[in-house]
């Protein structure tokens, strides 16, 4: 997986979290808090709010918590169906507190490879991709030094969108947004803060998060419908039932905001709303196979991608944890092709590329798969965020609390780590101060 600079979750037995019955939501009084969300920013402003003595209750939808942060062992081995990278290191909260709780956590210095057919390329017949990578990190910086809010693709010059390695660069931009250059603000993306190795897991993010969050009272199988806001509290109307709080921490992706799937009585304000829009959610997704032995001709992790220019590639990182398990990345228009197209088509996409490259006994040697779908999944209904152009400065409105009573989180409202897992933290770190300090009242 390409970060910036090269451009260019034991998660789902979260039965312990669900132990809240129903006569939580039979109340004798509001709760100080309610969060909406099991994800990374409700889990940290549930698990804050907490620590502080504060009444508080995590409303989540699916039946796990998680949210874009699940890790899968159903191959045999451990792999995050959402997010795996802890992005930006030397900046990133999850890199300690995975080191004070003994998860192993090691630098992606897998080596890249390029196949053109079945053929490896070498260094220096890639050598241009490398170079139009930089070319196309320069002039995304400049444009953003200037300030403009333009489309990413819009800060190429002439002679970069003509180079024959474009086409393999812009993937890997896609990549990074969930989508392609055209759609994406080139000012909000060159605000993210990337400093620091990218990380992996051997046991998975969602297993980190899960670990993280083992003592915070969710209440599972539990979607919102409507939430209803006065000057007085805020009330979650859920399939069990009507739960009261002081304040509520909203926690959703954009997506599920701008969708409709909850209400807001009263309307949220015009410019509230019309941020979610103004950050929709671009798409990542995988696809895991296994094989029955090792198929590649390294016994190390690789990633792998075939030389095409029609943007309908797959990345692969080959050997997962030195199993016999393969994790394919797409992203971006294809990604929503191959979701549409459904799992076993997916699965064979993947299959006909890797064979182009190594042969045809690989089919014989595949054993199973499996697919994520995360823009059909209806609480997460997409990957992560991105700003639209023309739209900088979104992010910042959905820091500000709502006539006193509503908060958002979430990595969307993020803005030098959208699109993580530590931004959503970081989301999620703000938002109960916020709440906090709603709770304290107004300062005299």
């Known amino acids: 997986m390409l970060n910036r600079r090269q451009l260019l979750q034991g998660i ?17 009084a509001p709760l100080d808090v309610i969060v909406i969300g099991a994800g990374g920013a409700g889990l940290t402003a549930a698990k804050e709010l907490q620590a502080a003595g504060l009444s508080v209750l995590v409303l989540e939808a699916r039946d796990r918590i998680g949210g874009r942060a699940f890790t899968d062992t159903s191959l045999g081995v451990p792999w995050d169906r959402g997010c795996s990278w802890l992005r930006a290191s030397d900046v990133n909260p999850w890199v300690a507190y995975a ?7 090691f630098a992606d210095e897998f080596p890249r490879q390029i196949y053109d057919g079945s053929r490896l390329m070498g260094g220096a017949e890639t050598a241009g991709l490398r170079a139009v990578q930089d070319r196309m990190g320069r002039e995304m910086a ?21 180079d024959p390695w474009y086409p393999l660069a812009e993937k890997g931009l896609t990549w990074w947004e969930g989508i392609e250059p055209p759609n994406y603000s080139v000012l909000d993306s060159q605000q993210f803060i990337e400093e620091g190795d990218d990380l992996m897991i051997p ?23 409507r939430i209803r806001w006065t000057a007085r509290g805020v009330t979650a109307d859920t399939n069990a039932g009507a739960i009261s709080a002081r304040v509520v921490v909203v926690a959703l992706p954009s997506a599920v905001i701008t969708d409709g799937a909850v209400i807001f009585s ?17 798409l990542m997704n995988k696809v895991a196979l296994k094989f029955k032995r090792n198929v590649f001709p390294s016994e190390r992790t690789e990633f792998w991608q075939l030389r095409r220019n029609d943007g309908r590639g797959i990345e692969y990182l080959t050997r997962l944890w030195d199993s016999n398990v393969c994790i394919g990345l797409s992203a971006g228009r294809f990604a929503y092709e191959l979701e549409a197209a459904g799992e076993a088509a997916t699965i064979d996409h993947a299959l006909t590329e890797l064979t182009t490259m190594l042969g045809s006994d690989l089919r014989r040697q595949f054993d199973r798969g499996a697919t994520t779908a995360w823009s059909s999944d209806p609480f997460a209904r997409g990957s992560y965020s991105h700003c639209l152009p023309g739209r900088y400065g979104a992010r910042a409105i959905l820091t500000r609390p709502v006539g006193g009573r509503i908060v958002f989180a979430g990595e969307h409202t993020e803005q030098t780590a959208y699109g993580t897992l530590h931004g959503a933290h970081m989301s999620g770190l703000r938002a109960a101060r916020e709440a906090r300090r709603l709770l304290a009242g107004p300062s005299t």
């Not at 312990?16 to 129903?22: K, L, N």
């Not at 400049?142 to 003509?162: K, M, S």
């Open 12 to 28: 789902g037995g979260a039965a312990a979290f669900g132990s809240f019955s129903a006569r939580l939501l039979a109340q004798s």
């Open 99 to 105: 080191r004070q709780n003994n998860f192993e956590v």
């Open 142 to 162: 400049e444009a953003a030094r200037r300030g403009l809010d333009i489309p990413a693709e819009a800060a190429f010059t002439q002679a970069t969108l003509a």
């Open 203 to 225: 046991r998975g993010y969602g297993t980190l998060l899960a670990h993280y969050a083992h003592a915070v009272p969710v209440r599972l199988r539990t979607p919102v419908s």
């Open 266 to 282: 009263p309307h949220l304000p015009v410019e509230v709303l019309q941020a979610h829009h103004d950050l929709p959610l671009g």
